[in-house]
C-alpha cells in the first residue's frame, strides 16, 4: 500500500510562516519528482512548486516565488514546502504528488488558511 500524507496545515495570520510536509510510505519517494499544488474554492488546481527527485533542481508559480520553499529529506522520505509571508490569496487545501510515470500517488491534501 502507497500512501503520502500531509501535514502542517493550519490558520495563520497574514506575513506569517508554516512548513508543510508530505511523508511517503510503501515506496521510495527519492525515485519520485515531488510537487506541491494548492486548490481554491471555485478555482483551478495551481502548481505551486516541483523539486526533482535528487533535490537538485526546483521551480516554483510566480505568484510564490521567493516566499516559498521546495525541499526534500529522501533520509526520511519526506518532501516539504516552506511557505514565508503568507498572504490571504494562499489560502487553499495543499496536496503533494510523487511523480514517476507510470507513477503518480497523492496526498489527501492539508487546508491553509491565511486570515486576521
Known amino acids: 500500500q502507497v500512501q503520502l500524507v500531509e501535514s502542517g496545515g493550519g490558520l495563520v495570520q497574514p506575513g506569517g510562516s508554516l512548513r508543510l510536509s508530505c511523508a511517503a510510505s510503501g515506496f521510495t519517494f527519492s525515485r519520485y519528482t515531488g510537487r506541491w499544488y494548492r486548490q481554491a474554492p471555485g478555482k483551478e488546481r495551481e502548481l505551486v512548486a516541483a523539486?526533482?527527485?535528487?533535490?537538485?533542481?526546483?521551480t516554483y508559480a510566480d505568484s510564490v516565488q521567493g516566499r516559498f520553499t521546495i525541499s526534500r529529506d529522501n533520509a526520511k522520505n519526506t518532501v516539504y514546502l516552506q511557505m514565508n509571508s503568507l498572504k490571504p490569496e494562499d489560502t487553499a487545501v495543499y496536496y503533494c504528488e510523487a511523480r514517476a510515470p507510470p507513477y503518480d500517488f497523492w496526498g489527501q491534501g492539508t487546508q491553509v488558511t491565511v486570515s486576521s
Open positions: 523539486i526533482a527527485s535528487t533535490g537538485g533542481t526546483t
